[in-house]
T-cell receptor, first 114, second 113 residues
């Protein structure tokens, strides 16, 4: 069965510092991978996705993620964090025939200190 | 644009009571989903639908029923609520096929006493 592990429950970074959120997945076939962000009291919003091709994908709000098949990882990065990036971040793998059934990780809560 | 709308946003139930959560989307999406979100567990799929008149079980379907009588609506029912169903419920919708992007509602917080 598909699974997603986000090893860090909480991460605190200073504003302007770089960020990397870790994600490891388990999936037998070629994975469809996603990062979503959830602001407090809101639904989830797609940051970026990987289906195939270039293993470095760019998303919204200055985020990028790199797919590494050998490490079964899809880590999210941002070179300079802004206070508005404080939120919960979810990594997900697409399961099912069309990859639409998402299996989510437990999430990482990002705190930004000024 | 309304997108995905969930009602109600908050509800408190007593054990054994029933209720229905309504999800409505105005994007003409084929696929719709119900997830529950619990601390430290991410989102787990309850039921989903790949088109009007169809439903299927997800990862945690027990204690829930769903219906998709109209393409734009997806109802989630709890026939006899239990404290274990205290959670935040999210509805989402997407285009059919390989797109990956789910559009989420703002969530419905349910407390079962």
């Amino acid at each position: 069965a598909q699974s997603v592990t986000q090893p860090d429950i909480h991460i605190t970074v200073s504003e302007g510092a770089s960020l990397e959120l870790r994600c490891n997945y388990s999936y037998g076939a070629t994975p469809y991978l996603f990062w979503y962000v959830q602001s407090p009291g809101q639904g989830l919003q797609l940051l970026l996705k990987y289906f195939s091709g270039d293993t470095l994908v760019q998303g919204i709000k200055g985020f990028e993620a790199e797919f590494k098949r050998s490490q079964s990882s899809f880590n999210l990065r941002k070179p300079s964090v802004h206070w508005s990036d404080a939120a919960e971040y979810f990594c997900a793998v697409g399961a099912g025939e069309y990859g639409n059934k998402l299996v989510f990780g437990a999430g990482t809560i990002l705190r930004v200190k000024s | 644009n309304a997108g995905v709308t969930q009602t109600p946003k908050f509800r408190v139930l007593k054990t054994g009571q029933s209720m229905t959560l309504l999800c409505a989307q105005d994007m003409n999406h084929e696929y719709m989903y119900w997830y529950r979100q619990d601390p430290g567990m991410g989102l787990r799929l309850i039921h989903y639908s790949v088109g009007e008149g169809t439903t299927a079980k997800g990862e945690v379907p027990d204690g829930y029923n769903v219906s998709r009588l109209k393409k734009q609506n997806f109802l989630l029912g709890l026939e006899s609520a239990a404290p274990s169903q205290t959670s935040v419920y999210f509805c989402a919708s997407s285009w059919a096929g390989l797109t990956g992007e789910l559009f989420f509602g703002e969530g419905s917080r349910l407390t079962v006493l």
